[in-house]
């Protein structure tokens, strides 16, 4: 089924301990799209400056990636972010933001693109996020991410559209945050209350855990030891998780527990590469065999 | 099979965010006991002092804990520890710890108990743990548990003693304490190198990670919103794996697998009540009733 995602595009510059990166293609839209594109064809609504690379555009185009709805900005830039890894990968440092074509971005819908089924909205403002509600006709599920900045300055905003999805994908520090809770599972089931009837909270190396109405349950990272630089994981497991039900067509339990796997699996391998470069030559065999590893070694024999 | 403890015995003074418990029974063996007896009859060896309640020894007797390795010092005192949680449970801070009679102790197997075929050396020096190595005849399988304290001051003997055991229990930190890698998945392969066959990384909330020549499996702690105090969960978790292979009689992936759920899900009750309050009184049913769910979370449909 049709899976339309809305979010950045962007060119980041990223240190890690194991290198470094200059302007390479990145953004939410992106790597969810580059995730994605193994399960399904991606609608991507975005925006870019006029510096944006051809070869990307191409490499999008290459990957199934529906690139209508990518503004182009004339004499715009394209948005810039750049960052350091700590020596243990496990917290970063914003070295700078150049927000840029993005900073006033207002997704528009290219026609035909208002029946999309599966919607994410990657983490923008969620009056920006509620804007595409608004553009979309009956989506079957619309699932989103946020981050900490809207939780503390948009919240009653970010409560309304809470109510309005039918999932919503953060962190483990986002969920505590939103909820002011101490324990990670009371929250998730905090913010199940809020309306969503799919809360999925992302550990990072450690894993995600799904809430539903009838349910929760965690579900570990892949585990990896070639961890050379994480940018990306969690828009990368958005979009596998995303691509595997657009191609299921269906949300349940069952369903959103596959689709976790899919998206710890990719995410994985996101981790493996600089940026998108992992990523963008992925081949859908490799997801495969490392999916039925994944649930092999969750199998427990009783 | 026969299931050997070895470690202590305690009265600890807890305080978390839900509430304080003082002079409770404790210690990593009766934790472990506690947790083992479950799945089989545990065989304690450990010291208290005079000042020791009859009333948990009878406790742990009722348990099917094998108490003939306990040796109690007339005129001395119990081991002691207290410490403080902080809000969040994912530190704790310890307040005082007064080793007493477990300051020299020096481990000796009773009569009969030199034939154990599973034995577990609890976190005590490597020289401590070493010396209970000798004692027993021919073990099936020996793990061992350790600290950040031991890696500090210690390194010679517990890498000696990593090269004589089948398996090692140990925390996150202390596996890249251990190994000065960054990585977790790294780390617990540097420990195989070391020598044991089985290396178990614990990392609280966030589960475990198993180990073997043949695997790395990560698999995630049972989920619960009702974590009144973790104390013991650790040495619960490795109570019932422990206990589980010993009922299996034997150690291999598969195992393994089982008996780390079944760590999971022990741990997870311990950490529903303060000290050892809901491991004492935990029946054999809810444990079975508790794993099947956690195996069933596990299996993912393809």
Redesign the interface.
């Known amino acids: 089924m049709s899976l339309l995602v809305v979010g950045s595009v962007a060119r980041d510059t990223i240190r890690t301990?194991h290198g470094e990166v200059q302007d390479a293609l990145g953004g939410a839209a992106v790597y969810f799209s580059l995730a994605a594109h193994n399960f399904t064809d991606v609608r991507l609504v975005g925006v870019v400056g006029d510096d944006f690379d051809a070869g990307d555009i191409e490499l999008l185009k290459s990957r199934g990636v529906d690139l209508a709805g990518l503004q182009v900005i004339e004499g715009g830039r394209t948005f810039r972010w750049s960052g350091e890894y700590s020596?243990?990968?496990n917290s970063r440092e914003t070295l700078s933001v150049e927000l840029n074509v993005f900073e006033h971005f207002e997704p528009v819908l290219p026609d035909g693109y208002g029946d999309s089924s599966f919607v994410f909205l990657a983490n923008a403002s969620p009056a920006t996020q509620l804007s595409v509600l608004e553009q979309v006709e009956s989506p079957l599920c619309v699932m989103a991410d946020t981050m900490d900045l809207w939780i503390d300055i948009a919240r009653d905003e970010l409560v309304e559209l809470l109510g309005r999805i039918d999932g919503i994908s953060l962190n483990d520090a986002e969920a505590?945050q939103l909820t002011g809770r101490?324990?990670?599972?009371?929250a998730g089931?905090a913010i199940l209350d809020m309306g969503p009837a799919t809360v999925i909270v992302k550990?990072g190396?450690?894993?995600a855990?799904l809430f539903t109405a009838g349910?929760?349950?965690?579900?570990?990272?892949?585990?990896?030891?070639e961890?050379v630089d994480p940018t990306g994981a969690g828009d990368s497991f958005a979009g596998a998780l995303m691509g595997s039900l657009a191609q299921a067509g269906a949300v349940d339990e069952?369903r959103l527990?596959?689709a976790i796997?899919y998206g710890s699996v990719v995410a994985s391998f996101t981790c493996e590469g600089f940026g998108t470069a992992r990523l963008a030559e992925l081949g859908e065999d490799e997801v495969k065999d490392r999916?039925?590893k994944?649930?092999e070694?969750?199998?427990?024999?009783?």
Chains 1, 2 share one sequence.
């Open positions: 301990p020596e243990d990968m505590l101490k324990n990670l599972i009371d089931q550990k190396e450690h894993g855990v349910a929760v349950v965690a579900l570990p990272a892949y585990p990896t030891g961890v069952e527990k596959t796997a999916f039925l994944y649930c070694s969750l199998r427990i024999c009783r």
